[in-house]
């Protein structure tokens, strides 16, 4: 098994300790940042989501997945910043109120500043009205919304509402994802775009924010 495959199997096995040893060990053997983001930790997460998708993982179990992808990070954040771009617009990104989750969340931040977006991440658990105000305060070009439980996603259309209600939705473009959280129903809200998962989630935001106005 190589170094990246052992890197998915522990983000998999939610095994944090062994994973930033991988890493660190897969840097030591001359791979790239970029390569042990997409091919290690990224597809780790994405075949922990497809298990709880199926009912064979629960949302423990993906924490214990989110909790080493995170400490894995804490390494390779500064080298993947290094070579980003900067000043290709600006995201806020929240986890909705309701649900404590942030699985998935610090690493399509990461990603997104990686690419050049300046993120604003709000975590966990934020109310809309946290939610506008950011989006009055920093007038960026993508809101993220990220929900885990179904029970909360329905707090999404409230935070678009929110936005037309406040004249701030034509100047703004929503994104919504997390793991019930389907194109459907991103097509049913007025959404903007949906992403699957976070590798995804920047080529769609590249896309949104070519539409807005400089």
């Known amino acids: 098994m190589s170094i990246i495959e052992q890197i998915r199997k522990n983000v998999y096995d939610g095994d944090e300790n062994n994973t930033v040893e991988l890493v660190k060990k897969a840097l030591d053997e001359g791979k790239t940042a970029n390569e042990i983001l997409d091919d290690g930790l990224v597809e780790g997460l994405r075949t922990t989501g497809d298990a709880f998708e ?7 179990e993906m924490l214990l997945s989110s909790e080493s992808m995170k400490k894995a990070m804490v390494i390779l954040n500064p080298l993947l910043l290094e070579g980003s771009g900067a000043g290709f617009g ?5 986890t909705v109120e309701g649900d404590v989750h942030d699985i998935g969340l610090e690493l399509v ?8 977006f300046e993120v604003r991440n709000m975590g966990p658990d934020v109310p809309t009205e946290d939610i506008v105000e950011a989006e009055k305060e920093d007038q960026p070009h993508i809101v993220g919304l990220s929900a885990l439980l179904s029970n909360t996603m329905d707090v999404m259309p409230d935070v678009i509402d929110a ?16 793991a019930p959280v389907k194109q459907d129903f991103a097509d049913e809200i007025g959404a903007d775009g949906w992403a699957y998962d976070a590798a995804s989630a920047v080529p ?9 106005p400089e």
Do not use: C, N, W, Y
């Not at 936005?163 to 994802?177: F, P």
């Open 54 to 60: 199926r009912g064979e993982k629960f949302i423990p």
């Open 90 to 94: 600006k995201a806020v990104m929240a």
């Open 109 to 116: 931040g990461t990603m997104f500043e990686t690419a050049g």
């Open 163 to 178: 936005l037309k209600e406040a004249g701030l939705r034509d100047s703004v473009k929503v994104m919504v994802g997390g």
């Open 204 to 212: 769609k935001a590249k896309e949104l924010r070519a539409q807005l």
